[in-house]
């Protein structure tokens, strides 16, 4: 589920998130964290995840697939050696999706580890070096998308006996 500050602008959601570390508790002011440093920072993350013409925007006021990278953004501004999604494609149209899969990309190509929890198996297979297929909590194959992809259970819990066998 995504939760931005709804009533924070985009940049303001990136700051708070790059203050955080400084802080022990998050009842102090926002305004201790609106330093040029932070503000620097803050749209350079929002270049990265491809929102800096929405930097002035409320969060609250962002469609589902800007508000996706808003929450990349944040957890951005935290810098993570290990990023994890949970579901972070649900709900999107293909073109939003198309931007996220290249964000992740990027993001990787940065050194960020990333570990993707996903339903979308051509979004997943796309994505990862390895792959773990659970169904009803019980692991069913682990390796490569390639190995993944052609192991006759994962076909079947995915596919369904007799289909096709290319799950990906």
């Known amino acids: 589920m995504v939760k931005p500050f709804s009533g924070l602008t985009v940049e303001e959601n990136v700051i708070v998130s790059l203050g955080m570390p400084n802080y022990n508790s998050f009842t102090r002011s926002c305004r201790f964290w609106h330093t040029k440093a932070n503000i620097t920072?803050?749209?350079?993350?929002?270049k990265t995840?491809?929102?800096e013409k929405e930097a002035s925007t409320k969060a609250g006021l962002l469609p589902l697939g800007n508000l996706r990278k808003l929450e990349i953004a944040r957890a951005?501004?935290?810098k993570p050696t290990l990023l994890?999604?949970?579901e972070c494609f649900s709900g999107l149209r293909h073109e939003e999706i198309k931007v996220i899969e290249d964000l992740i990309r990027k993001i990787r190509e940065q050194g960020v580890s990333i570990?993707?929890?996903e339903h979308n198996m051509r979004v997943a297979m796309g994505l990862s070096d390895r792959v773990v297929?659970?169904?009803h909590g019980r692991k069913l194959a682990e390796g490569t998308p390639e190995q993944v992809s052609s192991d006759p259970a994962v076909i079947e819990a995915y596919?369904?006996?007799g289909e096709s066998t290319d799950a990906a």
């Open 159 to 161: 596919l369904g006996k």
């Open 76 to 78: 951005l501004a935290l």
């Open 49 to 51: 995840v491809g929102l």
């Open 133 to 135: 297929v659970l169904d």
């Open 41 to 46: 920072a803050a749209n350079d993350i929002l």
């Open 84 to 86: 994890l999604l949970d």
């Open 115 to 117: 570990l993707l929890i």
